[in-house]
């Protein structure tokens, strides 16, 4: 077996595991929808125990980067493609965290239909998880065109966090009924901003595979 010829089937091993780990993760958002729309205790606590998961495929990631590193000891552009790996590998366990974080919060309210106190959350999570499943594979297909799309995406985001902000505020206005309420709600729409937060990351570090700059700062 000729060094690139194992170079390539290394990678090719280590976009395989980096598929997996985002398919867990959007999973993962997906589930916290639905519990957070049904209030369902027992999917919650699939997303926390799912979150073991995650964090075990990253190990392996890691474990692979690692070994190619001292085993092929790459340089310049291939370099570059195990050391992003390792950075998206983080973001991607970081969005797996915070799926667990929110299904915490819906285990903890434990009231009937929270999510009729705002209506943007659901949209919220389902452009957060599209970033995510599109910064996956726009990095493994180095597709840099949809990488500054899905980061474009963002601002929808962003959007729709001030929109939910908005909506809180008019609720505690009107009552202090639901004021235990409206702070978990607003710590799951922050959840979700930073689920698209590490989605853009991710859509950086595939620019930065190609250019080896981040935000126009040379890095390798």
């Keep these: 077996m000729t060094p690139r010829f194992s170079f390539d089937h290394e990678l090719k091993m280590l976009h395989e595991d980096l598929k997996k780990m985002g398919n867990l993760i959007e999973n993962a958002i997906d589930k916290t929808l639905e519990a957070f729309e049904t209030q369902n205790e027992v999917i ?6 799912g979150d073991r ?7 392996a990631i890691e ?4 070994s190619i590193v001292l085993k092929q000891q790459p340089v310049a552009r291939d370099l570059r493609i195990v050391t992003t790996a390792l ?3 983080t ?4 969005i ?3 799926a667990a974080d929110i299904a915490e919060l819906i285990i903890r309210e434990k009231r009937e239909q929270i999510y009729n106190l705002v209506k943007h959350i659901p949209e919220m999570g389902n452009v957060a998880k599209s970033m995510v499943r599109d910064a996956v594979n726009a990095f493994i297909n180095l597709d840099m065109e949809q990488a500054k799309e899905i980061i474009k995406r963002d601002d929808l985001v962003d959007e729709l966090f001030d929109k939910t902000k908005q909506e809180v505020a008019v609720i505690l206005r009107t ?3 639901h004021v235990d309420q409206c702070v978990d709600i607003l710590m799951i729409a922050k959840y979700f901003e ?7 990351n991710i859509c950086e570090w595939t620019q930065f595979h190609e250019t080896g700059s981040v935000n126009n700062i040379r890095i390798l």
């Excluded at 919650?44 to 125990?49: N, V």
């Excluded at 930073?194 to 853009?200: C, F, L, V, Y």
Aim: net charge negative; with cysteine; charged share 45%.
């Design 44 to 49: 919650a606590k699939e997303i926390i125990e």
């Design 53 to 59: 998961n995650v964090n075990d495929i990253e190990k």
């Design 63 to 66: 474990a692979r980067c690692l």
């Design 87 to 89: 950075k998206v590998v």
């Design 91 to 94: 973001d991607m366990e970081r």
């Design 96 to 98: 797996g965290d915070h």
């Design 175 to 177: 009552s202090n009924e």
């Design 194 to 200: 930073r689920i698209g937060d590490h989605a853009e």
